[in-house]
């Protein structure tokens, strides 16, 4: 189960890594026990699907937009309301309580990770980066061959880097790579270059990234200088993270990779200027396989790992 702001993904991932029964399921704008009874009712007809089909099922892999607190089971998602410290495991327990089954939950950006080094374009590396770049910022780590968790199982927040040497009170909220190269990021740094402006072809502010993306294309000033930044930041935050861990690759996914994937050998190019010189000769950029997949793949991982 792939859990995202908008919607619930849910297949049967077979131990040779294909899929069946694949699904999804709006979220309709449901929080708090709302949105963990959908995944109660959706994760009930998945499995008396699979007892119909005969279908055997040896775990349960969950994966959720945000933070899995491993010591007690709770999960902060910013992007569903009232999931702050939500119990999603004890209630996913108690709702499965006298079957065999066990869960398993982690974050979208582990999740990731585990996807790609499985079934992707990091297939078998035990040292590798998911640079996870859509609405936000985050990275999947695994080092060694193990999830980087950290103290916390905050670990990967990556888009709270500070990148620039002058602090912006916009970065409070989201931090320093995040507010400069995030699909949203992109999209409020352009619209508050047009609202200074205020004059020329730039009157229409953007909505999302992919208009950015489009106005780049068209050589609009701001879209273009927008998007060179970006490449910049994602030059730099590579070189920081190939400095930290020396991966063996980095995979790039996520909405804006996408239509950014065109630019990966210019982010290499950037991270080269700043990177660990023998590390950054070791690595290898690449753009996810997986695509849209790559949650719901690593949830299964998750599962097969029970």
């Not at 998945?46 to 999960?75: D, E, F, R, W």
């Not at 990021?185 to 953007?206: C, E, F, T, W």
Request: glycine share 12%.
């Amino acid at each position: 189960m792939d859990l995202g702001g908008t919607k619930l993904s849910t297949a049967i991932i077979h131990h040779d890594g294909t899929i069946s029964e694949k699904k999804s399921t709006p979220l309709e704008g449901r929080k708090g026990k709302e949105a963990g009874f959908l995944i109660i009712t959706t994760l009930r007809k998945m499995l008396s699907a699979s007892v119909q089909k005969n279908i055997p099922i040896s775990g349960i892999g969950i994966c959720i937009p945000g933070i899995y607190y491993s010591a007690t089971g709770h999960v902060w998602a910013p992007n569903i309301p009232n999931w702050e410290n939500y119990p999603l495991l004890e209630e996913l327990s108690a709702s499965l309580k006298g079957t065999p089954l066990k869960i398993k939950i982690d974050s979208d950006r582990a999740c990731y990770i585990l996807g790609e080094t499985w079934l992707g374009a990091a297939r078998n590396s035990k040292n590798a980066v998911f640079m996870a770049i859509g609405t936000g910022i985050g990275a999947g780590i695994i080092c060694d061959g193990r999830i980087l968790r950290g103290y916390g199982d905050i670990a990967g927040s990556v888009g709270w880097m500070g990148l620039t040497p002058e602090y912006r009170d916009q970065y409070r909220f989201c931090g320093c790579f995040e507010y400069h190269a995030s699909g949203e990021g992109m999209v409020k740094s352009a619209n508050d270059m047009i609202a200074v402006k205020k004059s020329g072809p730039h009157k229409q502010l953007y909505n999302n990234s992919a208009e950015i993306f489009e106005a780049y294309d068209k050589e609009e000033d701001i879209a273009v200088y927008i998007i060179e930044e970006a490449i910049k930041y994602w030059g730099m935050a590579s070189a920081n993270i190939i400095s930290l861990f020396n991966p063996e690759i980095i995979v790039f996914g996520g909405g804006v990779f996408g239509p950014a994937s065109r630019f990966i050998n210019r982010i290499k190019k950037e991270a080269e200027k700043w990177a660990q010189p023998v590390s950054i000769k070791q690595v290898k950029f690449r753009i996810s396989l997986l695509g849209g997949n790559a949650g719901l793949i690593g949830a299964g991982r998750l599962a097969l790992q029970i």
